[in-house]
């Protein structure tokens, strides 16, 4: 059965990450903004483009692309 990924959340949806997979920099980045296992995480905006769109997670708003989003797993 294939993981979910945060990209495949719909707005408002609410998903709990189980792990960060892909380049070391990135995840190293999103995992020093408290995106750990166990992390509730909502889509909130989408841009005009449809890339980025807004998460929120721990009281705060990020922009993730696409491509990085790709490589946060739900559980």
Known sequence: MKEKTVN????????????IIGEENIKRRLLDLGLIEGTDIKPVLVSPSGDPRAFEFRGSLIAIREEDAENIKLK
Do not use: A, Q, T
Not at 8 to 19: A, D, H, R, T
């Open 8 to 19: 495949e959340l719909e707005l408002g949806e609410i998903g709990v990450v189980s792990k």
